[in-house]
């Protein structure tokens, strides 16, 4: 299984850039790389997910590094509800296992 | 339209009792997935179904535990003489098909409590 790594916690400020940082040394060339989150008391929610070039969708930006062995997801403009435990996830192709590392707990500033 | 549904919402039920936690995906999704998130834990993996038919049974944390899908959609995840260390959310989840291009959709959760 591909591990993920990623920092416990980050916190950053309302209407600000957040920059998650995730690595994924041993990934694959086949495994796509996978964003949720986790509000407070709710399931999961899926952000975004990319292969070998960066992405961008309404939620956020992934920007995945050349060798593929980190990413980052970018919200451009923090709001309070963004605050969640984020969830960087190397989906296995062929596998059948789906890997949750602990996550980063964001914290947003008023 | 309508998105993954769990039921029931919470269940409390005794150690000793069987419990079932019902899960009715997204209309159309041939890939289910169950997970369990015990108290400030991250989300643990049990097993997965591309149709009817689950190929890797391991995650699941011991024979107390099973799953079935029928009709290629409602899931109902079983635990037979419940243990408090069995008490967590029980979340479910789906996807168009089990590759990983797909991203999953997660229900609310069984919030279960063994007393």
């Known amino acids: 299984d591909a591990k993920t790594t990623q920092p416990n916690s980050m916190e950053s400020n309302e209407e600000e850039p957040v920059h998650l940082p995730c690595n994924h040394s041993t990934i694959s060339g086949t495994d796509y790389i996978h964003w949720y989150r986790q509000l407070p008391s709710q399931g999961p929610e899926y952000v975004i997910h990319?292969?070998?070039s960066n992405v961008n969708n309404r939620m956020a930006s992934l920007a995945i590094a050349e060798d593929r062995k980190s990413s980052t997801l970018i919200l451009h403009r923090a709001t309070l509800r963004d605050a969640a435990v984020y969830y960087c996830?190397?989906?296995?192709?062929?596998?059948?296992?789906?890997?949750f590392g602990q996550g980063t707990r964001l914290t947003i500033n008023p | 339209g309508a998105g993954v549904s769990q039921s029931p919402s919470n269940k409390v039920t005794e150690k000793g009792k069987d419990v079932e936690l019902r899960c009715d995906p997204i209309?159309?999704?041939?890939?289910l997935y169950w997970y369990r998130q015990s108290l400030g834990q991250g989300l643990e993996f049990l097993i997965y179904f591309q149709g009817n038919s689950a190929p890797d049974k391991s995650g699941l944390p011991s024979d107390r535990f099973s799953a079935e899908r029928t009709g290629g959609s409602v899931s109902t995840l079983t635990i037979q003489r419940t243990q408090q260390e069995d008490s967590a959310v029980y979340l479910c989840?789906?996807?168009?098909?089990?590759?990983?291009?797909?991203?999953?959709?997660f229900g609310p959760g069984t919030r279960l409590t063994v007393t």
């Open positions: 209309s159309g999704h041939t890939a």
């Open positions: 989840a789906s996807s168009l098909v089990f590759l990983a291009a797909y991203e999953q959709y």
């Open positions: 990319g292969l070998t």
């Open positions: 996830i190397s989906m296995i192709q062929g596998a059948q296992k789906l890997v």
